[in-house]
């Protein structure tokens, strides 16, 4: 079935960097604009980055602009999350998301479990 | 970008009752190529991820109750649950698709009173 899997979250200090995973399965991966979205401990949902199929075209929320970096591999159907001068106001639990493409189109079909990212001296 | 504001932040109704949780965006989600609110609408229970019900602001997702249905006036949505049951009980957010950045509402927590 369509499983999205996040990997790499932990407990960093501010200023350090860490790289999250999302690896899909049970889809075609390399057809699908992803997504990450965080969520700040009881907090609402905050959209983070967006990638293209093919990995040409990323986009980003203002506040991880020059700080996050999102990639994807297809050939592995991994998407990645690379974050650097990480804040304390970027301890979140990080999902990754499906772009759907025919079904419920540009929608958020299917979400990951998600992992936790804590920013702390 | 793009700003929704859902209301209320919080509501709590019997079970069998009606909830009604709305959702505006700052600007049109439109596209009049084809007609569709580009307007999702999501269910997250404690330590799950969002679920999709609703996408195209009123078109119910594979699976979900036909108890939830959306609606839409404008720049003004609507998500009714026509009568809660149990296991309703959750926080839900509206998310705008039309436009990156892509923009979700603060959540509303929905309760049993």
């Known amino acids: 079935q369509v499983q999205l899997v996040e990997s790499g979250g932990g407990v960093v200090q501010p200023g350090r960097s860490l790289r999250l995973s999302c690896a899909a399965s049970?889809?075609?991966?390399?057809?699908?604009?992803m997504h990450w979205v965080r969520q700040a401990p009881g907090k609402g949902l905050e959209w983070v980055a967006a990638?293209?199929?093919?990995?040409?075209?990323?986009y980003y929320v203002d506040s991880v602009k020059g700080r996050f970096t999102i990639s994807r591999d297809n050939s592995k159907n991994t998407l990645y999350l690379q974050m650097d001068s990480l804040r304390a106001e970027d301890t979140a639990v990080y999902y990754c998301?499906?772009?759907?493409?025919?079904?419920?189109?540009?929608?958020?079909?299917?979400w990951g479990q998600g992992t936790l990212v804590t920013v702390s001296p | 970008d793009i700003v929704m504001t859902q209301s209320p932040d919080s509501l709590a109704v019997s079970l069998g009752e009606r909830a009604t949780i709305n959702c505006k965006s700052s600007?049109?989600?439109?596209?009049?190529?084809?007609?569709?609110?580009?307007l999702g609408w999501f269910q997250q229970k404690p330590g799950q991820p969002p679920k999709l019900l609703i996408y195209?602001?009123?078109t119910r997702a594979s699976g979900v109750p036909d108890r939830f249905s959306g609606s839409e006036s404008g720049t003004d949505f609507t998500l009714t649950i026509s009568s809660l049951q149990a296991e309703d009980v959750a926080v839900y957010h509206c998310l705008q698709y039309w436009k990156t950045p892509r923009t979700f509402g603060q959540g509303t927590k929905l309760e049993i009173k």
């Open positions: 600007q049109s989600v439109l596209d009049s190529s084809n007609n569709k609110n580009y």
């Open positions: 049970g889809f075609t991966f390399s057809n699908h604009v």
């Open positions: 990638i293209w199929s093919d990995g040409n075209n990323k």
């Open positions: 998301a499906r772009e759907a493409i025919s079904v419920a189109a540009h929608c958020f079909d299917c």
């Open positions: 195209w602001a009123s």
